[in-house]
Every structure is written in structure tokens, then in C-alpha cells.
């Protein structure tokens, strides 16, 4: 049995009303329309944005031009820009418990994981803050007497950050400070369903002294205003993460100007366990791994792939581990499971494991729409006798639901995980450190983790192979991503000639 945390109505709960950033001034949308966002676990309206348009989006790009052209950004030094991030990573941890409840209500995750998204984002701030003093070119003093070359990083210019609903400030914070520490000025575009925490952004970015224009941003659909944001001709690079479908949409709009892309895209994570692995540990960390903020995760563990002699054993023990897990009201402080997005994707996930059960799959625990009074819910669900050519098994669900393959050899696990169109990250378990690392250089994918999952850190650069993106987040190159190189090729001394006409 699932433990239920029933929702508490929102009492005397104000909505907030959000305008938009433009040009460093608050402002309504060009439309009048207005977006409502409904709280996935309290069923009632939060928050209320301007829905821009077309025209906003190019007002906002336009501003982001001006300002980088022209404006003080990008000449500043590395320092002076740097002490305004770390200003608002101050102001950040300072204002948290408010970013914390924008996510919660308005996202549905809990509020303990919202809380500490806002530590991490903190962090990444501070870091980008540091990696931004740093950010230097090459020279070359090897090209002979009469040569020096040197090699500068240069911002690469506007930069358009479009944002999904499911870690709302995490990934803002994963792209923005680097493209400011690297002197680029940027259009933001959250989703329209998790808008808040991104506007509230706007205010503290202000208050830490970034100048207008620098940072955009605008709220509403991605048709309207998402898609400009990629098409326009003066954007210079985008930074996406969402869907791997609107991820080759956008790649494909920036060809027709050549962007540079950067993109974070789906996943369907394997775990591959064997035999000799701490089961204790593991056990725990499938759970985790599978229903962290619903399932609703790119890097979720959504994919067992177990040695077939433990497999009743661990499907018996994470059913067990995860009838234990508190599923309802994002409010309270001791749910693990919050509500599901939106009633479109939660009608999503259960078409997902209908269909899976009526392809042969096991509903091994859960598999149930809960009905907590308000919001939409569903149970931690376990799905075993999954085979691997199964829809299940290879498309991303972005629900609480675990689906169990089995393997004999270590070859035949590698190939299962590496057999479908994603490749973001991958767990293995197994005391023995051969079978660790032969599985970690097997498996194509841009994080693999070992005895352990979805533990991260702001120096471990983060992104996907194949249909998971193209670039990597975080790390000590995040800044360079944002950069055009230059090189200065100089001639010292009298030029021989070389190409005389007499
Ligand atoms: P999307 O890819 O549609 O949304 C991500 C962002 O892109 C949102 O800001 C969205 O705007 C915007 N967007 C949508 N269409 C366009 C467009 N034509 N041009 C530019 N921007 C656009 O993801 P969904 O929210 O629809 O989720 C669908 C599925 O995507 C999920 O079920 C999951 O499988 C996957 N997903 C993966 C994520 C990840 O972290 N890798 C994150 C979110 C989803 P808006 O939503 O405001 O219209």
C-alpha cells in the first residue's frame, strides 16, 4: 500500500501576479492575455503571468542586442562581473525558502527536494562566479622569431535559455551564470507552467547590479514565444533543455542562421545490477533513482536491468521499499513523491503503463491514479518481465515508474542499455571494480555513475550522447561553451616579402 499525504487547501493563500523583464523594466505583455497556473497538488490557482507573444520576444531580443553591442556587460573585467554573481548568489540563498515554494506549488515537487535544488543552484552560481574570473585564451610563442599567436575567448554574444517545468531554477542556474560570467547577454524563456521562480530571478539579478537588457525574460507559450527565440537572426547561440522532440525542432531552426546549440534532452537511464553488488545500497538507490520528483527527471533510473538470479529478490524488496514511500501534498515536509505536472501528462504515463501491461509487463507494485481529494497523483509504480524491444523500455515515460529487464552476462547488459535512441546517463552496481569500470566504458552515455546515483556536483560537466543532446552543462569548461574563439596572429619584425610584383 502507497502512504498517502493528503493535500491541505491553500488557505489565505494570495495569488502572485508576474510581469515580464525587458530591458532591465517590468512590464505587461504586448497580448493583455493572462496564464494561470493551477497548483498540481492543491488544484487552485497560484500564479498568474503575462502571456507574451511574438512582438515580446523580439522587443526582448532586441534589448538583449542592445546590450550587448553597446552596453557595459561584456567589456567589463572578469572580476567586476563575477562580484555581481556572487551578489546574487547571496541574494539567492537569502530569498530561498521563497524560490523553494514557487517551485513546490506551482511544479508540484516537494518542498524538502525544492529546498535543496536551491542549495545546489546557490552552489552553481558561486561556481560559474569563480570559473568566470578565470576564463582565459592560449598563446602560442612556438611559431618561429617572427611570430606570436594567441588565442582569445570572446562571448559568443545573445544567448537564448529556454527552460522546461521540472527542475524550474536548477536548470535556469545550470545555463544563465555561465553565459554572464563569459560577458553574453541573454532572452530567458521558462515554461509557462513553472514561470515564477525565473521572474523572481529577474528581481534579485536587478538588485545585484547586472545593467539592463543583459537579462530577458518573458513568459508563454513555446510556439509563440520559444520559437523566435531560436529562428531570430540576432540570437547567436541557444541553450535548450526539454523534449528531444522540440530539442531537433530547435536544431533545426538554428540552421537556418547557424546558431550554436546547446541542448539537454530525455533519457532512459539504466541501472545494470549484478549479483555481488550491495543490494542494500542499491536497493535504495532504485527507488530513489526512479521516483525522485515523480519520475518527471531526464536523469531518472527509469530502466533496470538486473542479473537474472536476483531478479525476483530485487523486485520483491524495491516493491516492499517502495510501498514505503510518501506520495501527496507537495507542502508537506515529509512527502518524497509530490503531484504530477499537469492531468495531460499524468492521462500520459498511465496510457504508458496500460500499454505496457497489455504488452506482457507486470504491474510487479503500484500502477494506480491516486485520488487525494485535489491535485493529480500517481503511485510509485514497478513494471517487471520487461522485454527490451518494449515501448516501455525505451521511451521516457517521466512518471514514477520503474521498469525491470533482466540480463546473463555482462556483454548482454551492455547491449541492452545501449540498444535504444538515448544515452544521458547510466548506473552500474557491482563490488567488483572491473565489472564497474568495463560496464562504465561500455555504456554510451555522458554520466555514468558507479555503486551510486544522481549524486552530481557543480565541477562534473552534465549532458547527453546521442538523442540525450549535444554539449555538456557545468564543469570547468561551462563558461567556454558561451565563448567564440579568436585568434590573433602577429607578425613581429620586418615582413619578408613573399609575394612581390616587379
Ligand atoms: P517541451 O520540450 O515541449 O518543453 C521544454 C521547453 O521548450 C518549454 O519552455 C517549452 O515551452 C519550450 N518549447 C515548446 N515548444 C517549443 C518550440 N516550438 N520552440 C521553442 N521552444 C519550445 O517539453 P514538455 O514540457 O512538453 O514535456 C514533454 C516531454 O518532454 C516530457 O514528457 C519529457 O519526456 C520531456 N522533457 C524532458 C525534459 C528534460 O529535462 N530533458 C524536461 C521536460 C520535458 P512551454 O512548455 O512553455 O510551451
Known sequence: MTVLVHPQALENFKV?????????????GSSGDVIERKSPGHGVVVSRYQAGTKVDAERAIAAARVA????????????????????????IAARADELAYLDCIESGKPISQAKAELGG???????????????????????????????LREAI?????????NFPFLIVSQKLPFALAAGCTAVVKPSELTSGSTLLLGEILMEAGVPSGVVNIIVG??????????????????????STGVGKL??????????????????????IVFPDANLDDFIDAAVFGAYFNAGECCNAGSRLIVHRDIADDVVARIAALSAKV???????????????????HLAKINAYVRNAASSGATISHGGELLNLGMGQFMSPTILSAVQPEMAIAREEVFGPVLSVLTFETLDDAVRIANSIDYGLSAGVWS????????????????????????????????????????????????????????????????????????
Open 431 to 502: 563490488r567488483d571494480f572491473d565489472t564497474c569500470l568495463m560496464v562504465g566504458r561500455k555504456v554510451r552515455a555522458g554520466t555514468i555513475w558507479m555503486n551510486t546515483f544522481m549524486d552530481g556536483a557543480s565541477e562534473l560537466p552534465f549532458g547527453g550522447y546521442k538523442q540525450s543532446g549535444l554539449g555538456r552543462e557545468l564543469g570547468r569548461h561551462a563558461v567556454e561553451d558561451y565563448t567564440e574563439t579568436k585568434t590573433l596572429n602577429m607578425h613581429i619584425g620586418s615582413r619578408k616579402v613573399v609575394w612581390s610584383v616587379n
Open 68 to 91: 550587448f553591442d553597446t552596453g557595459p556587460w561584456p567589456h567589463m573585467t572578469g572580476a567586476e562581473r563575477s562580484n555581481i554573481l556572487l551578489k546574487a548568489a547571496d541574494l
Open 221 to 242: 507559450t513555446g510556439p509563440e514565444v520559444g520559437a523566435p527565440m531560436t529562428t531570430h537572426p540576432h540570437v547567436d547561440m541557444i541553450s535548450f533543455t526539454g
Open 157 to 165: 554574444g545573445v544567448v537564448s535559455i529556454i527552460t522546461p517545468w
Open 326 to 344: 510518501k506520495v501527496g501534498d507537495p507542502l508537506d515536509p515529509q512527502t518524497k513523491v509530490g503531484a504530477i505536472i499537469t492531468p495531460e
Open 16 to 28: 502572485r501576479d508576474f510581469q515580464m523583464l525587458i530591458d532591465g523594466k517590468w512590464t505587461n
Open 121 to 151: 543552484a546557490v552552489d552553481i552560481w558561486r561556481y560559474a562566479a569563480a570559473l568566470g574570473r578565470d576564463l582565459h585564451g592560449e598563446s602560442y610563442n612556438t611559431l618561429g622569431e617572427g611570430t606570436l599567436g594567441v588565442v
Open 250 to 271: 530547435t536544431m533545426a531552426n538554428a540552421a537556418q542562421t547557424l546558431k550554436k546549440v546547446s541542448l539537454e534532452l530525455g533519457g532512459k537511464n539504466p541501472q
